[in-house]
Nanobody, 120 residues
Framework: QVQLQESGPGLVKPSQTLSLTCTVS??????????WSWIRQPPGKGLEWIGY???????YYSPSLKSRTVISRDTSKNQFTLQLSSVTPEDTAVYYC????????????WGQGTQVTVST
């Protein structure tokens, strides 16, 4: 059973960088055939895809967030991280990490989500 757990600060000041970590257990971030992804849901809005890092280590981002986003991984800790720079209150959301099957796009495991608020 694969488990994903998000962690990071719940409050970030405007203009700072939001950093979240997703710790994976029961599976490896280097296993062939999976994408390790981030998505968010602002209050009262729908889900917004942020990006993913492939099992090979290459990353892909939403065009609307690409200029501010970096997704990386630490294979020694079996973690992948999200960094979103120059945040504004519009980046306030519940952030989720999840695993996606590369061949089908099917999402098979989710983290529970973590609330991040951007505010002074």
């Amino acid at each position: 059973q694969v488990q994903l757990q998000e962690s990071g600060p719940g409050l970030v000041k405007p203009s700072q960088t939001l950093s979240l970590t997703c710790t994976v257990s029961g599976g490896s971030v280097t296993t062939n055939g999976y994408y390790w992804s981030w998505i968010r849901q602002p209050p009262g809005k729908g889900l917004e895809w942020i990006g993913y890092i492939r099992y090979s280590g290459s990353a892909y981002y939403s065009p609307s967030l690409k200029s501010r986003t970096v997704i990386s991984r630490d294979t020694s800790k079996n973690q992948f991280t999200l960094q979103l720079s120059s945040v504004t209150p519009e980046d306030t959301a519940v952030y989720y990490c999840f695993r996606q099957v590369a061949s089908t796009g099917w999402v098979d495991y989710w983290g529970q989500g973590t609330q991040v608020t951007v505010s002074t």
